[in-house]
C-alpha cells in the first residue's frame, strides 16, 4: 500500500508571495492532518479535514487555510508569506473512525518550504 | 489544554547501552499515546502506539514503553540501542478535545547512538 505523498517535496517562496501544498492520504483513509515542524516550536497542529469539512483547527493565524476533496486528497495555502513560515509542512492520514475511536495517524515526508 | 513533555532533548549512548527515554502528559483521563521516530532524512514513522489493555506496548525493532496512568507518563525503553538507532523520538498524545485530528506533540529527543 503506497505511503501519504506530499508535493512539491522543497519550494523556496519569497516574502509576501502565496504557496500551495498538496498532500494525497493512504488509500482509504478518510482524515488528514497538516503540522509544521520548525527547530524552535517543534510539531504543532495545523488543521484537520474529514470528508472535505474542516474539523479541528490549531492556533495559527488566517494565512493558513486548507481544503480536502472528495478524494480525500487535501491542500494547504499559505498566502502572504513571512520568513517566519519556513518549515518543514507533514501531512498525516489516517482512517478516522470516529466516536472517539482510537486512530493512529500516518505521515508523509513533508514539504521543505523557506521563505527568503 | 493538553500538552507532553519530553525531559531529555539530548541523549548520547554507546552502542549496547540502554536507553529509557520520558514522556509526561498533563491531561487525566482517556489517552492514546504514540512515540514516533525520524531518523536522520527521513520521516515521521510510528514506533509504538497505546490505546488500552496492557500498558507495557512492544514496537518496531525491540522498543518498548510503558504507560503508567497514575505518573502521567509513557516512557519508551530499548535494553541494547544501536547506532542505527540514532534518530530523534517523539512523544505525542492524541487530544479528542473536539474531534481526533490532534496529536500534541513533545519537542522531541535526540538520540545519539556511538559506534
Known amino acids: 500500500k503506497a505511503g501519504v505523498t506530499q508535493t512539491p517535496r522543497y519550494l523556496i517562496k519569497t516574502r509576501g508571495q502565496q504557496v500551495t501544498l498538496s498532500c494525497s492520504p493512504i488509500?482509504?483513509?478518510?482524515?488528514v492532518s497538516w503540522y509544521q515542524q520548525t527547530p524552535g516550536q517543534g510539531l504543532q497542529f495545523l488543521f484537520e479535514?474529514?470528508?472535505?469539512?474542516?474539523?479541528n483547527k490549531g492556533n495559527f493565524p488566517g494565512r493558513f487555510s486548507g481544503r480536502q476533496f472528495s478524494n480525500s486528497r487535501s491542500e494547504m495555502n499559505v498566502s502572504t508569506l513571512e520568513l517566519g513560515d519556513s518549515a518543514l509542512y507533514l501531512c498525516?492520514?489516517?482512517?478516522?473512525?470516529?466516536?472517539?475511536?482510537?486512530?493512529?495517524?500516518?505521515f508523509g515526508p513533508g514539504t521543505r518550504l523557506t521563505v527568503l | 489544554a493538553q500538552s507532553v513533555s519530553q525531559h531529555n532533548h539530548h541523549v548520547i549512548l554507546s552502542e549496547a547501552a540502554s536507553l529509557e527515554l520520558g514522556c509526561n502528559y498533563s491531561?487525566?483521563?482517556?489517552?492514546?499515546l504514540f512515540w514516533y521516530v525520524q531518523y536522520p532524512g527521513q520521516h515521521l514513522q510510528l514506533l509504538l502506539k497505546?490505546?488500552?489493555?496492557?500498558?507495557l506496548v512492544k514496537g518496531i525493532k525491540g522498543f518498548e514503553a510503558e504507560f503508567i496512568k497514575s505518573k502521567f507518563s509513557f516512557n519508551l525503553r530499548k535494553p541494547s540501542v544501536q547506532w542505527s538507532d540514532t534518530a530523534e523520538y517523539f512523544c505525542?498524545?492524541?487530544?479528542?478535545?473536539?474531534?481526533?485530528?490532534?496529536?500534541?506533540f513533545g519537542k522531541g529527543t535526540k538520540l545519539s547512538v556511538k559506534p
Open positions: 491531561y487525566g483521563g482517556t489517552v492514546n
Open positions: 497505546y490505546f488500552s489493555g496492557d500498558p
Open positions: 479535514y474529514f470528508s472535505e469539512t474542516q474539523r
Open positions: 488509500s482509504g483513509h478518510r482524515s
Open positions: 498525516a492520514s489516517s482512517l478516522a473512525l470516529g466516536g472517539g475511536v482510537a486512530d493512529t495517524q500516518y
Open positions: 505525542a498524545v492524541m487530544d479528542y478535545g473536539g474531534s481526533q485530528g490532534n496529536l500534541i
